[in-house]
């Protein structure tokens, strides 16, 4: 419980940056897959990028290809989403997850811990 600790987030205006964060204070996840989710009002929680255990490996869903960027500070047990070029349709609570496993995936059950999420909302 309260493994992984989000910031970041907030209101911003369509074309805009913003980038979030998550720790872990417990330096539990050093060797795990690291991913970010997201789930909108109404819908399903959605994979929106992971990162292998040493940052070697990325995938993105294909809604935020080349906008978004994930990255880890494995030394200072940090996971980051910096997201680019913001859309309205990317309106949603984010959430860090921390991966069973050294890669990570876009299944939601492949993930341990969550963060406690973190609104977004794009609007002009």
């Known amino acids: 419980q309260g493994q992984l600790v989000q910031s970041g987030g907030g209101l911003v205006q369509p074309g805009t940056s913003l980038r979030l964060s998550c720790s872990n204070s417990r330096r539990m996840f050093r060797n795990n897959g690291m991913g970010w989710f997201r789930q909108a009002p109404g819908k399903e929680r959605e994979f929106v990028a992971t990162i292998s255990w040493n940052g070697g490996n990325t995938v993105y869903a294909d809604s935020v290809k080349g906008r978004f960027s994930v990255s880890r500070d494995n030394a200072n047990d940090m996971l980051y989403l910096q997201m680019n070029d913001l859309k309205p349709e990317d309106t949603a609570v984010y959430y860090c997850?921390?991966?069973?496993?050294?890669?990570?995936?876009?299944?939601?059950?492949?993930?341990?811990?969550w963060g406690q999420g973190t609104q977004v909302t794009v609007a002009a």
């Open positions: 997850a921390a991966s069973r496993g050294a890669t990570g995936s876009s299944e939601p059950s492949t993930y341990r811990y």
